[in-house]
């Protein structure tokens, strides 16, 4: 390792650099960046534009919708911990065509049914998905906090489909009274006891 003449290793104070520049550092930087670009684009876009890529634009857009709406429904309907992250990038996507309709509208007709196909559609699907992505993020923090079980105290399983808390199997493993045992660290593979 090639030695600094003021005493520690090129490798270490390239280390020390990059943990300053961190992700969190160079987002919060990036979005600072943006301030003074939008005051270039408020001065400098012209009001209106022809666009030759606009049917595909709109096309994308909708497409990248309906997918994350698709898998969205699929994790959550399996019970699958990533359907917060689809949710909310649905979520976002749906609250982007909602602006973008209404934004670049043409007055009349275009822009009321604009407007109803955001607050009929797009806003409140929007609104769904954000809770979605909300509860599931509230239950993976509830999840979380039960320990490597995975299992809430009390021997009530989380929650499935419909919002009834589920039951324990009984005789699962030999044990009685209903409750599931939280596995021990003597416990090996398939539940049998370790000697």
């Known amino acids: 390792m090639k030695e600094n003449p003021e005493g520690g ?8 650099w990059c ?6 550092h160079v987002l919060v930087v990036s979005g600072l960046a943006l301030l003074p670009w939008l005051v270039v684009l408020a001065t400098g876009l012209p009001t209106a ?3 030759s890529n ?3 634009v709109w096309i994308g857009l909708d497409a990248a919708e309906a997918v994350a709406l698709i898998t969205t429904g699929l994790l959550a309907g399996r019970g699958h911990r990533l359907h917060t992250l689809t ?4 979520a976002t996507l749906l609250l982007v065509d909602a602006w973008f309709d209404t934004m670049t509208a043409a007055p009349g007709a275009d822009q009321v049914s604009a407007a109803a196909m955001a607050l009929g559609a797009e806003l409140p699907l929007a609104a769904v998905c954000a809770a979605l992505a909300a509860r599931g993020q509230g239950a993976a923090a509830a999840h979380s906090s039960y320990g490597q ?3 809430p105290p009390g021997g009530e399983q989380p929650s499935g489909r419909g919002g009834h808390a589920q039951q324990p199997d009984s005789g ?3 044990q009685s009274g209903g409750k599931r045992a ?3 660290h003597a416990e090996g593979p398939g539940g049998r006891r370790q000697q």
Do not use: C
Request: aromatic fraction near 10%.
């Open 54 to 56: 606009w049917r595909t």
């Open 172 to 174: 699962s493993r030999g």
């Open 19 to 24: 943990r300053w520049f961190r992700v969190e």
């Open 87 to 90: 949710a909310t990038v649905a």
């Open 49 to 51: 534009a022809a666009v």
């Open 182 to 184: 939280r596995r021990s």
């Open 149 to 151: 079980t995975d299992q």
């Open 9 to 16: 290793s090129v490798l270490r104070r390239v280390h020390r």
